[in-house]
């Protein structure tokens, strides 16, 4: 099926008329090393399976068989991964040097320094960590405990960090937790301290491993500690009466107020204030800054003086931004300001908070700081750095397009490796690999480069590969490829047949699919507009599509339909509004309801105070995607501001299709 893009006919800067005889000749060339490639396309998979059933034999018939293939680098690693676990490491330093820099030797350094651990061979360890170019949590803990072993105790700084800062870690930590704690570093306090961190982001099967290192005769303590987090009111009502007597009763009772909090803030509240006195000032403090976090997340209008009450207590990031939020619902521009002057500085620096306290310096009358605040962030191309722009009279418009590629620039990119073999797991469609070695070979890519490989992609339809290099460009843009727009014979028919904004549904579907046909996500989502099983039978049924099963659901025209459909029924029910919709999209319909308030919302603040995560996320990148889409689609500036308007306050009737899913 033929893909066409939507381009505006102002934008483009030259023609690809007067290149397309050069294109041409480099087309042969890379079409016959394609086809070469393909022949040997099986080869690599009969590769992949003997290495998936460990037979070695087969898996060195397979690599002689794949000749200059782009993949043949990783036919050897599963050989080499196969000899590994049959206790032989001798060829692995070899392709090691041989494919410095790449992705499989990042990859199979990794399984060498856990194999290497394993062996307890510390020293060998200790050098194969120290050539990673990309650790993560377990392989710094890995390469820590390997230097510890080798009696490096300075390692030690590092690891406090972690146990401070981290509150989920892989169990490869666990070696060098217990060295950290067995320095003599880690007193009660600090023990505490983690257990609160693990507890409010709900890891409690973690808090309880942490409150293990308590000295042992305050173990004790603990005995009640499933019931004060798995019947949290329970608990409470059944407290002996000498439960203040010790660290443990206390620090217990807190744990199961922030538990009562996450059901019902306001009970959690009257039943701390019975215990105020007693649980002691601290442990006081922290157990009203989880309930104010708990309350802020589900639109409490007492969440701010629950944070008052929780006084000087050490709120976690996530808690402080939470403070924020919950100032921002209620119109409290001093509580926002004194809220984000207290994040840490890092913190403070992201757009969100400081646009906010752009906003927040404003309407305290401090226009000047607000100015300077906007100009730090006017211009990005994020739902905070377009509010800004519009704050300082400026429209949102696209940044001048990078000078057109050289052909030496796209053959550079045609050529190379890890660009190749990211191409080839596409082909194969092992995509998950693909993306993989994609990413890995763009790091270090200057701006020409990244747009050169976004350009690449652009030609193989791989589009979110295309959206995803263009975004890395620091000052030489296209936004073009940014904000790509396949699929127009389809999708824009669609919106037009459902009286929708077209730059809406291409944000949306920018942020729901990046336009894979085929993509699935974790919870079922199907297609390019990822589409709930139970939701596309649902509008199947609505619209009257016969003979409609599962099956059909990546058919893009059947997608369209069905996702258009319902983006046109959740405006219906919310008041014609995108920024509602958009919630609902991802959401569900019930939820973006109940994130309304009592009292009309600015739609910025109804967006940063929706309470996942995920969504928050996903409304704000629709809504700036949008802008950007309808600058190309209309040539014209666009205003975010306009568009997410003003959210109603919550209808006391109830809502117009109650069954919509």
């Not at 300075?154 to 169990?171: N, T």
């Not at 173990?219 to 009111?233: R, Y």
């Not at 306001?266 to 157990?287: F, H, I, P, V």
């Not at 006017?378 to 400026?394: D, I, P, T, V």
Request: hydrophobic letters at 45%.
């Amino acid at each position: 099926m033929k893909h066409s893009l939507a381009r505006p006919a102002f934008s483009l800067t030259f023609s690809f008329a007067t290149l397309r005889p050069l294109l041409a000749v480099c087309a042969l060339g890379w079409s016959a090393q394609l086809v070469a490639q393909t022949g040997s396309d099986s080869a690599f998979t009969a590769a992949r399976e003997a290495f998936r059933k460990g037979d070695l034999p087969r898996l060195e018939l397979a690599i002689g068989q794949m000749g200059e293939h782009p993949l043949a680098v990783y036919a050897e690693n599963y050989r080499l991964r196969n000899l590994l676990a049959k206790q032989d490491d001798s060829g692995i330093p070899a392709f090691l040097d041989a494919q410095a820099g790449s992705y499989v030797a990042e990859k199979l350094r990794a399984d060498w320094l856990r194999w290497l651990v394993k062996e307890a061979q510390w020293r060998r360890a200790q050098a194969a960590a120290e050539k990673l170019l990309a650790a993560d949590s377990e392989l710094t803990c890995l390469a820590q405990n390997a230097a510890l072993q080798l009696g490096d105790t300075s390692v030690l700084a590092a690891v406090e960090a972690l146990w401070f800062e981290q509150a989920s870690l892989p169990d490869t930590c666990q070696p060098v937790l217990d060295a950290l704690v067995a320095s003599g570093r880690m007193d009660v306090d600090a023990v505490w301290a983690r257990a609160r961190l693990q507890i409010e982001i709900n890891r409690p099967q973690a808090a309880r491993r942490t409150l293990d290192y308590l000295p042992q005769n305050r173990v004790s303590e603990l005995a009640a500690f499933d019931a004060a987090h798995k019947n949290a009111m329970a608990y409470l009502v059944r407290q002996p009466a000498h439960w203040a007597a010790t660290r443990g009763g206390r620090e217990l009772t807190a744990i199961a107020l922030r538990y009562v909090a996450a059901n019902d803030p306001r009970t959690a509240a009257a039943e701390l204030s019975k215990r105020q006195n007693a649980l002691g000032e601290a442990s006081a403090a922290w157990a009203w800054s989880q309930i104010a976090l708990q309350a802020a997340r589900k639109h409490l209008p007492e969440s701010l003086s629950y944070y008052q009450r929780a006084g000087s207590s050490a709120l976690s990031e996530e808690n402080q931004q939470w403070k924020v939020r919950s100032a921002l619902r209620q119109h409290a521009w001093s509580e926002v300001r004194q809220a984000i002057l207290a994040m840490p500085e890092a913190l403070a620096e992201c757009p969100e908070w400081v646009y906010w306290l752009g906003r927040a310096e404003k309407a305290g009358g401090r226009s000047e700081e607000a100015q300077k605040l906007f100009s730090r962030i006017a211009g990005q191309a994020n739902f905070y750095g377009n509010l800004a722009q519009e704050e300082l009279g400026r429209s949102v418009l696209t940044p001048p397009s990078a000078a057109p590629l050289r052909l030496p620039e796209m053959q550079a990119a045609r050529e190379n490796p890890g660009l190749q073999r990211a191409l080839a797991f596409f082909r194969l469609d092992l995509r998950t690999e693909a993306v993989r070695e994609w990413n890995w070979a763009l790091r270090g890519m200057s701006d020409r480069q990244l747009l050169a490989a976004a350009r690449l992609a652009e030609e193989n339809k791989l589009w979110d590969r295309a959206i995803n290099t263009a975004e890395r460009t620091r000052e030489e843009h296209d936004y073009q490829l940014r904000f790509l727009a396949p699929y127009a014979d389809q999708i824009r028919p669609a919106a037009r047949q459902q009286a929708l904004d077209d730059a809406w549904v291409y944000g949306l579907m920018r942020q729901e699919s990046r336009f894979i046909g085929n993509a699935r996500s974790s919870v079922g989502a199907s297609g390019l507009m990822q589409l709930m099983p139970a939701t596309a039978k649902w509008v199947a049924k609505k619209i009257g599509l016969r003979d409609y099963d599962h099956s059909r659901v990546n058919d893009t025209d059947t997608n369209v339909l069905l996702g258009t459909s319902y983006m046109r029924m959740v405006m219906d029910d919310l008041d014609q509004h995108p920024v509602l919709a958009s919630a609902a999209y991802n959401a569900g319909p019930g939820r973006a309801r109940r994130w309304r308030a009592e009292q009309p919302l600015e739609g910025a603040i109804y967006a940063e105070t929706i309470p996942f995560s995920e969504t928050r996320d996903y409304v704000k990148k629709v809504m700036s995607n949008a802008v950007y889409y309808s600058i190309y689609f209309n040539n014209r500036p666009d205003s975010l501001k306009n568009r997410l308007g003003t959210v109603a306050a919550s209808p006391a009737g109830g809502t117009k299709n109650s069954d919509l899913p």
